[in-house]
């Protein structure tokens, strides 16, 4: 935990490569839902500074083998969200397909749907 809490101050400080050695450590030792958690925070904080990392990050996260549903459901959304704003709607909206077929009983289902429906109005209109 010491490790995860060192790393998100990291982010919040700024400096994405100390963060990134952290979340290295915790994939090393076997503490990958901590590591992605991390990846998470500091893509979230790329976002408007570097789209592109921001989504090397979740591509990351979602392309990590131990990912729990919860996890790739956050990563995904935000990941989605992302393309959206960087004119790739329509990687976003097969992205948020394949979550909602992937994990269709997950309670945050209706947030993904109505995601996915205000992309496919946009990308028509």
Known sequence: LQ???VGRHRILQGRQQEAAQLWQKLDEEAVPTLAHRLRLEAAGTLEG???????A???E???ADA???RMR???TL????????TGKVDVAIRNLEALL???????????ALDELQQLQQRDEG
Do not use: G
């Open 78 to 85: 935000a990941n989605a969200r992302l393309l959206s704003t």
């Open 61 to 63: 996260i979602l392309n």
């Open 73 to 75: 459901f956050t990563a």
């Open 101 to 111: 077929l992937q994990l269709p009983l997950d309670p945050r289902s209706p947030i």
């Open 49 to 55: 500074i570097d789209p592109a990392a921001a989504l």
């Open 3 to 5: 490790a995860y809490a």
């Open 57 to 59: 990050l979740y591509d």
């Open 67 to 69: 990912l729990t549903d």
